[in-house]
Protein backbone atom coordinates (compact mmCIF):
# COMPACT_ATOMS: atom_id res chain seq x y z
CA UNK A 1 0.00 0.00 0.00
CA UNK A 2 2.98 2.06 0.91
CA UNK A 3 4.44 1.85 -2.75
CA UNK A 4 0.94 2.62 -4.08
CA UNK A 5 0.52 5.89 -2.39
CA UNK A 6 3.93 6.50 -2.57
CA UNK A 7 3.66 6.94 -6.54
CA UNK A 8 3.79 10.16 -7.82
CA UNK A 9 -0.39 11.11 -8.30
CA UNK A 10 -0.05 12.29 -11.82
CA UNK A 11 1.75 9.21 -12.92
CA UNK A 12 -1.64 7.53 -11.30
CA UNK A 13 -3.97 10.41 -13.02
CA UNK A 14 -1.94 9.20 -16.39
CA UNK A 15 -2.54 5.16 -15.87
CA UNK A 16 -6.39 5.86 -15.13
CA UNK A 17 -7.34 7.81 -17.51
CA UNK A 18 -5.48 5.90 -20.05
CA UNK A 19 -7.42 2.94 -19.18
CA UNK A 20 -10.85 4.80 -19.32
CA UNK A 21 -10.06 6.65 -22.72
CA UNK A 22 -9.36 2.14 -23.86
CA UNK A 23 -12.43 1.89 -22.52
CA UNK A 24 -14.07 4.43 -23.85
CA UNK A 25 -13.28 4.37 -27.34
CA UNK A 26 -13.75 0.13 -27.35
CA UNK A 27 -17.77 0.85 -26.03
CA UNK A 28 -18.18 3.43 -28.76
CA UNK A 29 -16.97 0.91 -31.23
CA UNK A 30 -20.05 -1.23 -30.05
CA UNK A 31 -22.59 1.08 -29.78
CA UNK A 32 -23.67 1.05 -26.60
CA UNK A 33 -25.34 3.48 -24.37
CA UNK A 34 -24.17 5.95 -21.97
CA UNK A 35 -24.51 3.28 -19.25
CA UNK A 36 -22.44 0.69 -21.04
CA UNK A 37 -20.11 3.18 -21.77
CA UNK A 38 -19.62 4.53 -18.64
CA UNK A 39 -19.63 0.66 -17.34
CA UNK A 40 -16.91 -0.47 -19.52
CA UNK A 41 -14.70 2.62 -18.90
CA UNK A 42 -14.87 1.96 -15.11
CA UNK A 43 -14.20 -1.62 -15.66
CA UNK A 44 -11.54 -0.95 -17.79
CA UNK A 45 -9.46 1.55 -15.40
CA UNK A 46 -10.41 -0.15 -12.12
CA UNK A 47 -11.16 -4.00 -12.94
CA UNK A 48 -7.69 -5.13 -12.95
CA UNK A 49 -6.76 -3.72 -9.17
CA UNK A 50 -10.57 -4.98 -8.17
CA UNK A 51 -9.71 -8.19 -9.12
CA UNK A 52 -6.73 -8.39 -7.60
CA UNK A 53 -8.20 -7.01 -4.33
CA UNK A 54 -10.91 -9.76 -4.14
CA UNK A 55 -8.02 -12.54 -4.60
CA UNK A 56 -6.14 -10.75 -1.63
CA UNK A 57 -8.99 -10.42 0.33
CA UNK A 58 -7.99 -6.74 0.64
CA UNK A 59 -10.38 -3.76 1.41
CA UNK A 60 -11.25 -0.91 0.58
CA UNK A 61 -10.49 -1.20 -3.11
CA UNK A 62 -8.32 1.67 -4.69
CA UNK A 63 -11.28 3.75 -5.99
CA UNK A 64 -13.26 3.72 -3.17
CA UNK A 65 -10.71 5.40 -1.33
CA UNK A 66 -10.30 7.61 -4.31
CA UNK A 67 -14.11 8.11 -5.77
CA UNK A 68 -12.80 11.31 -7.16
CA UNK A 69 -11.72 9.23 -10.05
CA UNK A 70 -15.40 7.36 -10.13
CA UNK A 71 -16.94 11.05 -10.67
CA UNK A 72 -14.23 12.01 -13.05
CA UNK A 73 -15.02 9.18 -15.21
CA UNK A 74 -18.48 9.87 -14.46
CA UNK A 75 -18.41 13.17 -15.90
CA UNK A 76 -15.85 11.98 -19.11
CA UNK A 77 -18.72 9.71 -19.64
CA UNK A 78 -21.21 12.34 -20.81
CA UNK A 79 -18.73 13.99 -23.04
CA UNK A 80 -17.05 11.23 -24.28
CA UNK A 81 -17.93 11.16 -28.41
CA UNK A 82 -16.83 14.90 -28.69
CA UNK A 83 -14.07 14.61 -26.23
CA UNK A 84 -12.59 11.16 -28.19
CA UNK A 85 -13.07 12.82 -31.50
CA UNK A 86 -11.05 15.58 -30.17
CA UNK A 87 -8.66 13.90 -28.42
CA UNK A 88 -8.07 11.52 -31.56
CA UNK A 89 -7.13 14.50 -33.87
CA UNK A 90 -5.25 16.41 -31.47
CA UNK A 91 -3.16 13.62 -29.58
CA UNK A 92 -1.03 11.86 -31.75
CA UNK A 93 -1.29 8.06 -31.74
CA UNK A 94 2.39 7.35 -30.13
CA UNK A 95 1.20 9.65 -27.23
CA UNK A 96 -2.02 7.02 -26.50
CA UNK A 97 0.50 4.12 -26.46
CA UNK A 98 2.93 5.91 -24.08
CA UNK A 99 -0.08 6.73 -21.65
CA UNK A 100 -1.42 3.28 -21.81
CA UNK A 101 2.21 1.85 -21.62
CA UNK A 102 2.29 3.87 -18.36
CA UNK A 103 -0.86 2.56 -17.03
CA UNK A 104 0.88 -1.16 -17.42
CA UNK A 105 3.97 -0.66 -15.57
CA UNK A 106 2.24 1.40 -13.01
CA UNK A 107 -0.76 -1.10 -12.18
CA UNK A 108 1.52 -3.88 -12.29
CA UNK A 109 4.69 -3.15 -10.43
CA UNK A 110 1.75 -1.61 -7.90
CA UNK A 111 -0.08 -5.08 -8.14
CA UNK A 112 2.94 -6.89 -7.23
CA UNK A 113 4.17 -4.69 -4.53
CA UNK A 114 1.12 -5.20 -2.69
CA UNK A 115 1.06 -8.80 -2.91
CA UNK A 116 4.21 -9.24 -1.81
CA UNK A 117 3.16 -7.13 1.41
CA UNK A 118 0.29 -9.66 1.33
CA UNK A 119 2.72 -12.62 2.05
CA UNK A 120 2.07 -13.76 -1.53
CA UNK A 121 5.62 -16.07 -3.26
CA UNK A 122 7.19 -14.68 -5.78
CA UNK A 123 5.39 -16.04 -8.56
CA UNK A 124 2.11 -15.84 -7.29
CA UNK A 125 3.38 -12.09 -6.95
CA UNK A 126 4.39 -11.81 -10.50
CA UNK A 127 1.10 -13.08 -11.20
CA UNK A 128 -0.93 -11.01 -9.52
CA UNK A 129 1.18 -7.93 -11.01
CA UNK A 130 0.33 -9.03 -14.23
CA UNK A 131 -3.63 -9.47 -13.28
CA UNK A 132 -3.54 -5.80 -12.24
CA UNK A 133 -1.57 -4.36 -14.90
CA UNK A 134 -3.87 -6.50 -17.71
CA UNK A 135 -7.21 -7.70 -15.85
CA UNK A 136 -9.00 -4.37 -16.66
CA UNK A 137 -8.72 -4.95 -20.28
CA UNK A 138 -9.58 -8.32 -19.87
CA UNK A 139 -12.43 -8.12 -18.20
CA UNK A 140 -13.94 -4.92 -20.51
CA UNK A 141 -13.62 -7.12 -23.25
CA UNK A 142 -15.36 -10.56 -21.79
CA UNK A 143 -18.40 -7.51 -21.31
CA UNK A 144 -18.10 -6.34 -24.98
CA UNK A 145 -18.29 -10.26 -25.62
CA UNK A 146 -14.81 -10.45 -27.56
CA UNK A 147 -11.93 -13.31 -27.19
CA UNK A 148 -9.61 -10.90 -25.00
CA UNK A 149 -7.05 -9.38 -27.07
CA UNK A 150 -4.44 -9.61 -24.29
CA UNK A 151 -4.41 -13.45 -25.23
CA UNK A 152 -4.53 -13.94 -28.64
CA UNK A 153 -2.73 -10.73 -30.33
CA UNK A 154 0.71 -12.34 -29.92
CA UNK A 155 1.99 -8.71 -28.70
CA UNK A 156 4.31 -9.39 -25.98
CA UNK A 157 1.96 -6.94 -23.48
CA UNK A 158 1.41 -9.51 -20.46
CA UNK A 159 5.00 -10.75 -21.12
CA UNK A 160 6.25 -7.18 -20.65
CA UNK A 161 4.16 -6.71 -17.49
CA UNK A 162 5.14 -10.42 -16.09
CA UNK A 163 9.46 -9.62 -16.71
CA UNK A 164 8.84 -6.21 -14.85
CA UNK A 165 7.26 -7.89 -12.14
CA UNK A 166 10.25 -10.10 -11.60
CA UNK A 167 12.51 -7.77 -12.45
CA UNK A 168 11.21 -5.82 -9.51
CA UNK A 169 10.79 -8.62 -6.95
CA UNK A 170 14.55 -9.60 -7.93
CA UNK A 171 15.42 -5.93 -7.15
CA UNK A 172 13.62 -6.14 -3.56
CA UNK A 173 15.20 -9.63 -3.03
CA UNK A 174 18.48 -7.98 -3.52
CA UNK A 175 17.85 -5.38 -1.00
CA UNK A 176 17.37 -2.04 -3.45
CA UNK A 177 15.16 0.53 -1.77
CA UNK A 178 11.13 -0.05 -2.76
CA UNK A 179 11.27 3.20 -4.74
CA UNK A 180 14.03 2.73 -6.57
CA UNK A 181 12.95 -0.81 -7.98
CA UNK A 182 9.13 0.05 -8.28
CA UNK A 183 10.31 3.15 -10.73
CA UNK A 184 12.99 0.90 -12.52
CA UNK A 185 10.97 -1.91 -12.80
CA UNK A 186 7.74 0.54 -13.87
CA UNK A 187 10.20 2.24 -16.34
CA UNK A 188 11.27 -1.11 -17.36
CA UNK A 189 8.12 -2.08 -18.45
CA UNK A 190 7.42 0.95 -20.49
CA UNK A 191 10.39 0.48 -22.82
CA UNK A 192 9.79 -2.89 -23.77
CA UNK A 193 6.44 -2.34 -24.58
CA UNK A 194 7.50 0.72 -26.72
CA UNK A 195 10.00 -0.60 -28.36
CA UNK A 196 7.83 -3.94 -29.12
CA UNK A 197 5.17 -1.57 -30.43
CA UNK A 198 7.50 0.42 -32.72
CA UNK A 199 9.18 -2.70 -34.08
CA UNK A 200 5.83 -4.98 -34.19
CA UNK A 201 7.29 -7.95 -31.82
CA UNK A 202 5.23 -10.98 -31.92
CA UNK A 203 5.31 -14.30 -29.91
CA UNK A 204 3.01 -16.20 -31.72
CA UNK B 1 -29.02 -5.42 6.81
CA UNK B 2 -31.47 -4.74 8.74
CA UNK B 3 -33.16 -2.88 5.92
CA UNK B 4 -33.10 -6.01 3.99
CA UNK B 5 -34.48 -7.99 6.47
CA UNK B 6 -37.25 -5.41 7.57
CA UNK B 7 -38.83 -5.93 3.64
CA UNK B 8 -42.00 -7.41 3.43
CA UNK B 9 -41.47 -11.29 2.17
CA UNK B 10 -44.11 -11.14 -0.44
CA UNK B 11 -41.78 -8.25 -2.41
CA UNK B 12 -38.89 -10.24 -1.94
CA UNK B 13 -40.55 -13.11 -3.20
CA UNK B 14 -41.81 -11.37 -5.93
CA UNK B 15 -38.49 -9.54 -7.23
CA UNK B 16 -36.05 -13.25 -6.79
CA UNK B 17 -39.19 -15.16 -8.58
CA UNK B 18 -39.81 -12.45 -11.46
CA UNK B 19 -35.58 -12.40 -11.93
CA UNK B 20 -35.87 -16.33 -12.53
CA UNK B 21 -38.24 -16.01 -14.74
CA UNK B 22 -35.86 -14.04 -16.93
CA UNK B 23 -33.55 -15.78 -16.45
CA UNK B 24 -35.66 -19.02 -17.45
CA UNK B 25 -37.01 -17.06 -20.63
CA UNK B 26 -33.09 -16.54 -21.70
CA UNK B 27 -31.94 -19.94 -20.86
CA UNK B 28 -34.68 -21.47 -22.93
CA UNK B 29 -34.19 -19.36 -25.91
CA UNK B 30 -30.53 -20.52 -25.96
CA UNK B 31 -31.34 -23.85 -26.35
CA UNK B 32 -29.78 -24.54 -22.85
CA UNK B 33 -30.38 -28.14 -20.90
CA UNK B 34 -31.68 -28.37 -17.50
CA UNK B 35 -28.67 -27.29 -15.85
CA UNK B 36 -27.96 -24.61 -17.77
CA UNK B 37 -31.47 -23.40 -17.30
CA UNK B 38 -30.68 -24.04 -13.69
CA UNK B 39 -27.25 -22.05 -13.54
CA UNK B 40 -28.98 -19.35 -15.39
CA UNK B 41 -32.05 -18.39 -13.42
CA UNK B 42 -29.78 -18.95 -10.23
CA UNK B 43 -27.38 -16.40 -11.62
CA UNK B 44 -29.67 -13.93 -12.73
CA UNK B 45 -31.71 -14.27 -9.49
CA UNK B 46 -28.32 -13.75 -7.54
CA UNK B 47 -26.00 -13.04 -8.85
CA UNK B 48 -26.27 -9.08 -8.36
CA UNK B 49 -26.58 -9.33 -4.60
CA UNK B 50 -23.83 -11.97 -4.49
CA UNK B 51 -21.59 -10.12 -6.51
CA UNK B 52 -21.97 -7.09 -3.95
CA UNK B 53 -21.73 -9.15 -0.40
CA UNK B 54 -18.43 -10.00 -2.64
CA UNK B 55 -17.07 -6.61 -3.28
CA UNK B 56 -18.29 -5.76 0.34
CA UNK B 57 -16.41 -8.73 2.05
CA UNK B 58 -19.71 -9.43 2.89
CA UNK B 59 -21.02 -13.10 4.91
CA UNK B 60 -23.20 -15.23 4.21
CA UNK B 61 -24.97 -14.16 1.07
CA UNK B 62 -28.98 -13.82 1.01
CA UNK B 63 -29.35 -17.01 -0.94
CA UNK B 64 -26.99 -19.02 1.48
CA UNK B 65 -29.41 -17.10 4.27
CA UNK B 66 -32.29 -18.16 2.30
CA UNK B 67 -32.17 -21.71 0.74
CA UNK B 68 -35.62 -22.24 0.41
CA UNK B 69 -35.30 -20.22 -2.65
CA UNK B 70 -32.68 -22.09 -4.19
CA UNK B 71 -35.00 -25.15 -3.86
CA UNK B 72 -37.63 -23.46 -5.33
CA UNK B 73 -35.86 -22.65 -8.18
CA UNK B 74 -34.38 -26.05 -8.27
CA UNK B 75 -38.06 -27.17 -8.40
CA UNK B 76 -39.04 -24.23 -11.33
CA UNK B 77 -36.85 -25.21 -13.25
CA UNK B 78 -37.66 -29.09 -14.13
CA UNK B 79 -40.98 -27.37 -14.80
CA UNK B 80 -39.40 -24.20 -16.55
CA UNK B 81 -40.59 -24.88 -20.27
CA UNK B 82 -44.24 -25.90 -19.15
CA UNK B 83 -44.47 -23.41 -17.20
CA UNK B 84 -42.71 -20.47 -18.89
CA UNK B 85 -45.53 -21.32 -21.57
CA UNK B 86 -48.48 -20.89 -19.63
CA UNK B 87 -47.09 -17.76 -17.79
CA UNK B 88 -46.85 -16.21 -21.44
CA UNK B 89 -50.56 -17.08 -21.91
CA UNK B 90 -52.16 -16.51 -18.85
CA UNK B 91 -49.83 -13.18 -17.21
CA UNK B 92 -50.48 -10.17 -19.38
CA UNK B 93 -46.72 -8.31 -20.34
CA UNK B 94 -47.80 -5.74 -18.05
CA UNK B 95 -47.52 -7.96 -15.12
CA UNK B 96 -44.24 -9.24 -16.21
CA UNK B 97 -42.46 -6.16 -16.53
CA UNK B 98 -43.81 -4.75 -12.89
CA UNK B 99 -42.72 -7.90 -11.47
CA UNK B 100 -39.24 -6.99 -13.24
CA UNK B 101 -39.24 -3.43 -11.74
CA UNK B 102 -40.15 -4.19 -8.63
CA UNK B 103 -36.99 -6.62 -8.61
CA UNK B 104 -34.89 -3.44 -9.51
CA UNK B 105 -36.08 -1.29 -7.16
CA UNK B 106 -36.35 -3.95 -4.20
CA UNK B 107 -32.12 -5.33 -4.71
CA UNK B 108 -31.62 -1.60 -5.92
CA UNK B 109 -32.48 -0.23 -2.35
CA UNK B 110 -31.35 -2.70 -0.04
CA UNK B 111 -28.07 -2.84 -2.11
CA UNK B 112 -27.45 0.73 -1.54
CA UNK B 113 -28.35 0.38 2.22
CA UNK B 114 -26.50 -2.63 3.01
CA UNK B 115 -23.48 -0.41 1.80
CA UNK B 116 -24.32 2.53 2.83
CA UNK B 117 -24.03 0.68 6.70
CA UNK B 118 -20.80 -1.19 5.30
CA UNK B 119 -19.38 2.49 5.28
CA UNK B 120 -19.16 3.39 1.77
CA UNK B 121 -19.35 6.73 0.66
CA UNK B 122 -22.50 7.72 -0.81
CA UNK B 123 -21.30 7.30 -4.11
CA UNK B 124 -19.91 4.00 -3.97
CA UNK B 125 -23.27 3.13 -2.19
CA UNK B 126 -25.31 4.54 -5.27
CA UNK B 127 -23.17 2.02 -7.78
CA UNK B 128 -23.55 -0.94 -5.53
CA UNK B 129 -26.95 -0.35 -5.32
CA UNK B 130 -27.30 -0.56 -9.15
CA UNK B 131 -24.72 -3.22 -9.21
CA UNK B 132 -27.27 -5.20 -7.08
CA UNK B 133 -30.39 -4.60 -9.29
CA UNK B 134 -28.53 -5.12 -12.51
CA UNK B 135 -25.77 -7.05 -12.64
CA UNK B 136 -27.75 -10.53 -12.15
CA UNK B 137 -28.47 -9.82 -16.04
CA UNK B 138 -25.68 -8.56 -16.79
CA UNK B 139 -23.92 -11.67 -15.64
CA UNK B 140 -27.21 -13.59 -16.79
CA UNK B 141 -25.54 -12.31 -20.98
CA UNK B 142 -21.89 -12.74 -20.16
CA UNK B 143 -22.90 -16.43 -19.51
CA UNK B 144 -25.14 -16.24 -23.04
CA UNK B 145 -22.51 -14.84 -24.79
CA UNK B 146 -24.24 -11.65 -25.57
CA UNK B 147 -23.25 -8.37 -24.93
CA UNK B 148 -25.13 -6.95 -21.74
CA UNK B 149 -28.86 -5.80 -23.12
CA UNK B 150 -27.99 -3.06 -19.89
CA UNK B 151 -25.29 -1.63 -21.47
CA UNK B 152 -26.70 -1.30 -24.74
CA UNK B 153 -30.31 -1.13 -25.25
CA UNK B 154 -30.10 2.99 -24.15
CA UNK B 155 -33.45 2.27 -21.50
CA UNK B 156 -33.21 3.91 -18.71
CA UNK B 157 -32.74 0.97 -16.44
CA UNK B 158 -29.81 1.41 -15.01
CA UNK B 159 -31.01 4.86 -14.89
CA UNK B 160 -33.83 4.60 -13.04
CA UNK B 161 -31.72 2.08 -10.52
CA UNK B 162 -29.01 4.95 -9.98
CA UNK B 163 -31.74 7.95 -9.55
CA UNK B 164 -33.46 6.13 -7.20
CA UNK B 165 -30.25 4.76 -5.16
CA UNK B 166 -29.30 8.77 -4.54
CA UNK B 167 -32.44 9.69 -3.79
CA UNK B 168 -32.55 7.19 -0.84
CA UNK B 169 -29.22 8.20 0.35
CA UNK B 170 -30.15 11.92 0.68
CA UNK B 171 -33.60 10.80 2.40
CA UNK B 172 -31.50 9.10 4.71
CA UNK B 173 -28.78 11.72 4.67
CA UNK B 174 -32.13 15.15 5.65
CA UNK B 175 -32.60 12.20 8.76
CA UNK B 176 -35.81 10.20 7.11
CA UNK B 177 -36.78 7.02 8.60
CA UNK B 178 -35.60 4.10 6.85
CA UNK B 179 -38.45 2.08 6.02
CA UNK B 180 -40.06 5.36 4.50
CA UNK B 181 -37.02 6.15 2.87
CA UNK B 182 -36.72 2.54 1.58
CA UNK B 183 -40.41 1.90 0.41
CA UNK B 184 -40.36 5.51 -1.19
CA UNK B 185 -36.82 5.27 -3.48
CA UNK B 186 -38.07 1.81 -4.47
CA UNK B 187 -41.65 2.88 -5.34
CA UNK B 188 -39.49 6.18 -7.36
CA UNK B 189 -37.53 3.59 -9.33
CA UNK B 190 -40.59 0.94 -10.27
CA UNK B 191 -42.72 4.38 -11.37
CA UNK B 192 -39.93 5.37 -13.35
CA UNK B 193 -38.91 1.96 -15.17
CA UNK B 194 -43.31 1.76 -15.91
CA UNK B 195 -43.47 5.12 -17.03
CA UNK B 196 -39.90 4.83 -19.29
CA UNK B 197 -41.14 1.35 -20.83
CA UNK B 198 -44.98 2.71 -21.27
CA UNK B 199 -43.56 5.60 -23.06
CA UNK B 200 -40.40 3.67 -25.05
CA UNK B 201 -37.67 6.60 -23.49
CA UNK B 202 -34.15 5.44 -25.02
CA UNK B 203 -31.49 7.75 -23.75
CA UNK B 204 -28.79 6.45 -26.70
CA UNK C 1 -9.13 -28.81 4.50
CA UNK C 2 -8.27 -32.16 6.08
CA UNK C 3 -10.05 -33.84 3.44
CA UNK C 4 -8.38 -31.96 0.40
CA UNK C 5 -4.95 -32.76 2.16
CA UNK C 6 -5.81 -36.64 2.56
CA UNK C 7 -6.29 -37.01 -0.98
CA UNK C 8 -3.21 -39.16 -2.43
CA UNK C 9 -1.07 -36.57 -4.28
CA UNK C 10 -1.14 -38.81 -7.38
CA UNK C 11 -4.59 -38.13 -7.92
CA UNK C 12 -4.85 -34.39 -7.35
CA UNK C 13 -2.09 -34.30 -9.76
CA UNK C 14 -3.77 -35.94 -12.37
CA UNK C 15 -6.94 -33.84 -11.50
CA UNK C 16 -4.94 -31.00 -12.33
CA UNK C 17 -3.23 -32.03 -15.40
CA UNK C 18 -6.02 -33.14 -16.83
CA UNK C 19 -8.12 -29.84 -15.99
CA UNK C 20 -5.10 -28.02 -17.89
CA UNK C 21 -4.87 -30.28 -20.94
CA UNK C 22 -8.71 -29.56 -21.86
CA UNK C 23 -7.75 -25.80 -20.99
CA UNK C 24 -4.46 -26.39 -23.51
CA UNK C 25 -6.55 -28.25 -26.47
CA UNK C 26 -9.80 -25.27 -26.58
CA UNK C 27 -6.83 -22.23 -26.43
CA UNK C 28 -5.18 -24.14 -29.27
CA UNK C 29 -7.86 -24.38 -31.60
CA UNK C 30 -8.94 -20.83 -30.70
CA UNK C 31 -5.57 -19.73 -32.11
CA UNK C 32 -4.32 -18.13 -28.50
CA UNK C 33 -1.01 -16.85 -28.25
CA UNK C 34 1.37 -18.05 -25.32
CA UNK C 35 -0.33 -15.77 -22.96
CA UNK C 36 -3.74 -17.04 -23.74
CA UNK C 37 -2.88 -20.52 -23.52
CA UNK C 38 -1.06 -20.32 -20.08
CA UNK C 39 -4.01 -17.99 -19.32
CA UNK C 40 -6.96 -20.85 -20.43
CA UNK C 41 -4.82 -23.74 -19.02
CA UNK C 42 -4.86 -21.92 -15.56
CA UNK C 43 -8.05 -20.91 -15.39
CA UNK C 44 -9.44 -24.46 -16.16
CA UNK C 45 -7.47 -25.81 -13.93
CA UNK C 46 -8.12 -23.80 -10.78
CA UNK C 47 -10.96 -21.41 -11.52
CA UNK C 48 -13.23 -23.35 -10.02
CA UNK C 49 -11.47 -24.08 -6.84
CA UNK C 50 -10.96 -20.15 -6.74
CA UNK C 51 -14.03 -19.35 -7.33
CA UNK C 52 -15.38 -21.45 -4.46
CA UNK C 53 -12.74 -20.13 -2.02
CA UNK C 54 -14.09 -16.65 -3.22
CA UNK C 55 -17.16 -17.40 -2.41
CA UNK C 56 -16.57 -19.42 1.35
CA UNK C 57 -14.49 -16.17 1.92
CA UNK C 58 -11.31 -19.27 2.36
CA UNK C 59 -7.63 -18.34 2.08
CA UNK C 60 -4.70 -19.41 0.62
CA UNK C 61 -6.29 -20.27 -2.37
CA UNK C 62 -4.87 -23.79 -3.72
CA UNK C 63 -2.56 -22.97 -5.86
CA UNK C 64 -1.26 -20.11 -3.88
CA UNK C 65 0.11 -23.48 -1.95
CA UNK C 66 1.29 -25.57 -4.42
CA UNK C 67 2.97 -22.96 -6.22
CA UNK C 68 4.61 -25.90 -8.30
CA UNK C 69 1.57 -26.51 -10.45
CA UNK C 70 1.73 -22.85 -11.51
CA UNK C 71 5.49 -23.65 -12.80
CA UNK C 72 4.36 -26.82 -14.08
CA UNK C 73 1.73 -25.10 -16.11
CA UNK C 74 3.85 -22.35 -17.37
CA UNK C 75 6.73 -25.19 -18.05
CA UNK C 76 4.15 -27.29 -20.06
CA UNK C 77 2.84 -24.02 -21.78
CA UNK C 78 5.95 -23.44 -23.64
CA UNK C 79 5.75 -27.12 -25.04
CA UNK C 80 1.95 -26.77 -25.09
CA UNK C 81 1.64 -27.75 -29.40
CA UNK C 82 3.67 -30.68 -29.64
CA UNK C 83 2.80 -31.86 -26.42
CA UNK C 84 -0.81 -32.06 -27.07
CA UNK C 85 0.00 -33.75 -31.04
CA UNK C 86 1.88 -36.49 -28.95
CA UNK C 87 -0.62 -37.10 -26.28
CA UNK C 88 -3.19 -36.89 -28.83
CA UNK C 89 -1.58 -39.99 -30.71
CA UNK C 90 0.03 -42.19 -27.79
CA UNK C 91 -3.33 -41.55 -25.43
CA UNK C 92 -6.45 -43.15 -26.11
CA UNK C 93 -9.79 -41.31 -25.88
CA UNK C 94 -11.07 -43.23 -22.98
CA UNK C 95 -7.87 -42.31 -20.90
CA UNK C 96 -8.48 -38.74 -21.58
CA UNK C 97 -11.87 -38.49 -20.52
CA UNK C 98 -11.20 -41.07 -17.57
CA UNK C 99 -8.38 -38.31 -16.49
CA UNK C 100 -11.07 -36.17 -16.92
CA UNK C 101 -14.29 -37.61 -14.94
CA UNK C 102 -10.84 -38.08 -12.28
CA UNK C 103 -10.41 -34.15 -11.98
CA UNK C 104 -14.22 -33.58 -11.86
CA UNK C 105 -15.38 -36.33 -8.85
CA UNK C 106 -11.83 -35.51 -7.30
CA UNK C 107 -12.58 -31.14 -7.09
CA UNK C 108 -16.46 -32.09 -6.34
CA UNK C 109 -15.87 -34.01 -3.84
CA UNK C 110 -13.15 -31.47 -2.07
CA UNK C 111 -15.22 -28.82 -2.85
CA UNK C 112 -18.37 -29.88 -0.31
CA UNK C 113 -16.46 -31.26 2.12
CA UNK C 114 -14.79 -27.86 2.29
CA UNK C 115 -17.81 -25.93 2.25
CA UNK C 116 -19.20 -28.41 4.79
CA UNK C 117 -16.56 -27.74 7.54
CA UNK C 118 -16.98 -23.64 6.50
CA UNK C 119 -20.37 -24.41 8.07
CA UNK C 120 -22.81 -24.08 4.62
CA UNK C 121 -26.04 -26.28 4.44
CA UNK C 122 -26.83 -29.18 2.82
CA UNK C 123 -27.81 -28.15 0.01
CA UNK C 124 -24.63 -24.93 -0.63
CA UNK C 125 -22.24 -27.53 0.13
CA UNK C 126 -23.75 -29.81 -2.92
CA UNK C 127 -23.60 -26.11 -5.05
CA UNK C 128 -20.02 -25.85 -3.82
CA UNK C 129 -19.09 -28.76 -4.66
CA UNK C 130 -20.45 -28.52 -8.42
CA UNK C 131 -18.71 -25.28 -8.92
CA UNK C 132 -15.91 -26.28 -7.61
CA UNK C 133 -15.97 -28.84 -10.19
CA UNK C 134 -17.03 -27.17 -13.31
CA UNK C 135 -16.50 -23.79 -13.23
CA UNK C 136 -13.17 -23.95 -14.19
CA UNK C 137 -14.12 -25.23 -17.25
CA UNK C 138 -17.16 -22.97 -17.48
CA UNK C 139 -14.76 -19.78 -16.88
CA UNK C 140 -12.50 -21.15 -19.44
CA UNK C 141 -15.59 -21.13 -21.94
CA UNK C 142 -16.49 -17.43 -20.95
CA UNK C 143 -13.21 -16.22 -21.43
CA UNK C 144 -13.04 -17.75 -25.05
CA UNK C 145 -16.47 -16.55 -25.56
CA UNK C 146 -18.25 -19.38 -26.02
CA UNK C 147 -21.38 -20.23 -24.55
CA UNK C 148 -20.44 -22.77 -21.97
CA UNK C 149 -20.22 -26.54 -22.28
CA UNK C 150 -21.53 -27.60 -19.73
CA UNK C 151 -24.99 -25.59 -19.38
CA UNK C 152 -25.96 -26.86 -23.09
CA UNK C 153 -24.44 -29.88 -24.26
CA UNK C 154 -26.96 -31.92 -21.95
CA UNK C 155 -24.42 -34.17 -21.07
CA UNK C 156 -24.64 -35.44 -17.56
CA UNK C 157 -21.85 -33.66 -16.30
CA UNK C 158 -22.79 -31.08 -13.41
CA UNK C 159 -25.50 -33.60 -12.87
CA UNK C 160 -23.07 -36.67 -11.85
CA UNK C 161 -21.05 -34.23 -9.73
CA UNK C 162 -24.31 -32.58 -7.82
CA UNK C 163 -25.22 -36.35 -7.43
CA UNK C 164 -22.06 -37.46 -5.85
CA UNK C 165 -21.85 -34.24 -3.73
CA UNK C 166 -25.47 -35.27 -2.41
CA UNK C 167 -24.23 -39.01 -1.83
CA UNK C 168 -21.00 -37.95 0.15
CA UNK C 169 -22.94 -35.41 2.21
CA UNK C 170 -25.46 -38.66 3.35
CA UNK C 171 -22.48 -40.91 4.05
CA UNK C 172 -20.99 -38.07 6.25
CA UNK C 173 -23.93 -37.42 7.77
CA UNK C 174 -24.76 -40.92 8.27
CA UNK C 175 -21.69 -41.47 10.29
CA UNK C 176 -19.07 -42.88 7.68
CA UNK C 177 -15.76 -42.00 8.10
CA UNK C 178 -14.64 -38.70 6.16
CA UNK C 179 -11.74 -40.99 4.06
CA UNK C 180 -14.39 -43.80 2.71
CA UNK C 181 -17.22 -40.83 2.27
CA UNK C 182 -15.14 -38.93 0.06
CA UNK C 183 -13.66 -41.86 -1.64
CA UNK C 184 -16.86 -43.90 -2.69
CA UNK C 185 -18.64 -40.48 -3.81
CA UNK C 186 -15.79 -39.46 -6.04
CA UNK C 187 -15.80 -43.26 -7.31
CA UNK C 188 -19.20 -42.80 -8.07
CA UNK C 189 -19.30 -39.65 -10.01
CA UNK C 190 -16.36 -41.12 -12.22
CA UNK C 191 -18.26 -43.78 -12.62
CA UNK C 192 -21.27 -42.30 -13.88
CA UNK C 193 -19.62 -39.83 -15.55
CA UNK C 194 -17.78 -42.89 -17.78
CA UNK C 195 -20.77 -44.72 -18.08
CA UNK C 196 -22.85 -41.46 -19.99
CA UNK C 197 -19.88 -41.20 -22.06
CA UNK C 198 -19.76 -44.91 -23.05
CA UNK C 199 -23.57 -44.70 -23.29
CA UNK C 200 -24.09 -41.57 -24.80
CA UNK C 201 -26.98 -40.48 -22.05
CA UNK C 202 -28.34 -36.92 -22.95
CA UNK C 203 -30.58 -35.40 -20.34
CA UNK C 204 -31.43 -32.52 -23.14
Redesign the interface.
Known amino acids: MKAELAVVPTIEFVAVLAAAFSGFAE?RK???????VF??AFVTAFGGG?LRD??L?R?P?F??QH?EY??LILVLTLAATPLLRLARRVVPETAFVLADSIGLGFFSIAGTSVSLIAG??F??AA?FGVVTGVCGG?LRD???????L?????KP???ASFAGCWFYLLMVQAGAPDPLALWTSAALIVAVRMIAWRAQW???
Chains 1, 2, 3 share one sequence.
Open positions: AKQMDPVGTVTLLDRFWVVVVMPIVILVILNEVPVLRDGYALTIK
